[in-house]
């Protein structure tokens, strides 16, 4: 509309892709992923569909839960810059004190 323009934004965004949730892992992903580590590998056969979970190891465990996945990181970065595009007029100069991004867990 002419003659309006934006002077403020309240933004809610969800986190990006992490790897998993602490509240996931005690009754799905921790029984999995111990019960795949028992798992004698060796009785996949090599030339079997399966074979490649002979070396396959998880890139899930409790030290690495709710960190952002490569392309989370990507997809949050894309995201905030898009914002700061749109929004540039109401953002203060990068070395502004006042200017803080607010963020939760």
Known sequence: MQGCRTVAVAM????GSI???????PETLGPFVEKFAEYDASQIPET????????LTTPVTEDTMEQ???????DAKA??????????????????PAFKWVYSR
């Open 12 to 15: 809610l965004a969800r986190h």
């Open 19 to 25: 790897t998993a949730n602490d509240d996931e892992w």
């Open 48 to 55: 079997s569909t399966f074979s490649f979970l002979r070396d």
């Open 68 to 74: 952002f996945t490569e392309p989370g990181a990507k």
């Open 79 to 96: 995201f905030a810059q898009g914002l700061a595009e749109r929004y540039k007029e109401l953002l203060p100069g990068k070395k502004d």
